[in-house]
């Protein structure tokens, strides 16, 4: 499965953005969903996760503030960000795989990634 992202952009603290993943290829109905992150000079952790069946897992740090989705028709995964903090800014990808419900915010748990959308928040 191919995926590319979107929605990245700048925004001020206590904003709000949304971002989309498109995939292409594969069955995506079968696939775990999920959104890291990066931001310089850190590891890549994870953001939020959502299973084929609408299971879903968030970080602690973005647990009320931020909501994942997805749309299997439209092959689509959403992230909405709301409440943003300057912490937040990052690189932020999306991935695709079929992870045990214990590696949901796992990335090695994910093969298949996008090309990353930028988020900056500015205070």
């Known amino acids: 499965v191919q995926l590319q992202a979107s929605g990245g952009g700048l925004v001020q603290v206590g904003g709000s953005l949304r971002l989309s993943c498109a995939a292409s290829?594969?069955?995506?109905?079968?696939?775990?969903m999920a959104w890291f992150r990066q931001a310089p000079g850190k590891e890549r952790e994870s953001v939020a996760a959502?299973?084929?069946?609408?299971?879903?897992y968030y970080a602690d740090s973005v647990e009320g503030r931020f909501t994942i989705s997805r749309d299997n028709a439209e092959k689509m995964v959403y992230l909405r960000m709301n409440s943003l903090k300057s912490e937040d800014t990052a690189v932020y990808y999306c991935?695709?795989?079929?992870?045990?419900?214990?590696?949901?915010?796992?990335?090695?748990?994910?093969?298949?990634w996008g090309q990353g959308t930028e988020v900056t928040v500015s205070s």
């Open positions: 290829g594969g069955t995506f109905s079968r696939y775990s």
């Open positions: 959502i299973r084929w069946n609408g299971y879903k």
């Open positions: 991935a695709a795989g079929q992870p045990i419900l214990s590696s949901l915010g796992t990335w090695r748990a994910y093969p298949n």
